[in-house]
Antibody, heavy 121, light 107 residues
Framework: EVQLVQSGAEVKKPGESLRISCKGSGYTFTNFWVTWVRQLPGKGLEWMGRIDPSDSYTNYSPSFHGHVTLSIDKSINTAYLQWSSLQASDTAIYYC??????????????WGQGTLVIVSS | DIQMTQSPSSLSASVGDRVTITCRASQSISNYLNWYQQKPGKAPNLLIYTASSLQSGVPSRFSGGGSGTDFSLTISSLQPEDFATYYCQQSYTTPWTFGQGTKVEVK
């Protein structure tokens, strides 16, 4: 079964750093990009960026570029999303998903279960 | 960025109803359009890709159509498990963008 399993919920203070993870299994991890999506409380989905596990090439949304960092450890089939200095506005659920290309169209399937990040003083 | 606009933002329907959700792109995106379903407290799930292709395991009551700037998602006969929020998403060019979502509620 193809699946992505994310790390557990986090509660952090403003200014702290954080790295959350997303582990793929059931497929060849380096053959598919990993995309990250943010969902603010009670709101819609926002694409943050994606990373190619084969060479760690990244593609960020301008809205998130410079605020987060995507990385990969392909030896353990794991993608990471990290912040060096969290803000209260980063409170959200973060999803990873396999970014697969069928023909010329990319879609996200499957998704991880989500990681809740709460940033509060 | 390409803006995706869904309508309506919410709708009330009954089991057995035919439901159609529309999605409009701010520029032509050919058929680079996907649809997702999200239930409360759960991750989104891919329903339709390339505008009209049904993802494996998705019931045939779901269908998608359109090209260019105007797209639709239709549920032919709404079932209890279909009450959820639906999102369109373009993959024509990065940054990939989503519509704001359409919540399908019980009438």
């Amino acid at each position: 079964e193809v699946q992505l399993v994310q790390s557990g919920a986090e509660v952090k203070k403003p200014g702290e750093s954080l790295r959350i993870s997303c582990k793929g299994s059931g497929y060849t991890f380096t053959n598919f990009w990993v995309t990250w999506v943010r969902q603010l409380p009670g709101k819609g989905l926002e694409w943050m960026g994606r990373i190619d596990p084969s060479d760690s090439y990244t593609n960020y949304s301008p809205s998130f570029h410079g605020h987060v960092t995507l990385s990969i450890d392909k030896s353990i089939n794991t993608a990471y999303l990290q912040w060096s200095s969290l803000q209260a506005s980063d409170t959200a659920i973060y999803y990873c998903a396999r970014d697969k290309r069928v023909g010329v169209v990319n879609s996200f399937d499957p998704w991880g279960q989500g990681t809740l990040v709460i940033v509060s003083s | 960025d390409i803006q995706m606009t869904q309508s309506p933002s919410s709708l009330s329907a009954s089991v057995g109803d035919r439901v159609t959700i529309t999605c409009r792109a701010s520029q032509s995106i050919s058929n680079y359009l996907n649809w997702y379903q999200q239930k409360p407290g759960k991750a989104p799930n891919l329903l339709i890709y390339t505008a009209s292709s049904l993802q494996s395991g998705v019931p045939s009551r779901f269908s998608g159509g359109g090209s260019g700037t105007d797209f639709s998602l239709t549920i032919s006969s709404l079932q209890p498990e279909d009450f959820a929020t639906y999102y369109c998403q373009q993959s024509y060019t990065t940054p990939w963008t989503f519509g704001q979502g359409t919540k399908v509620e019980v009438k």
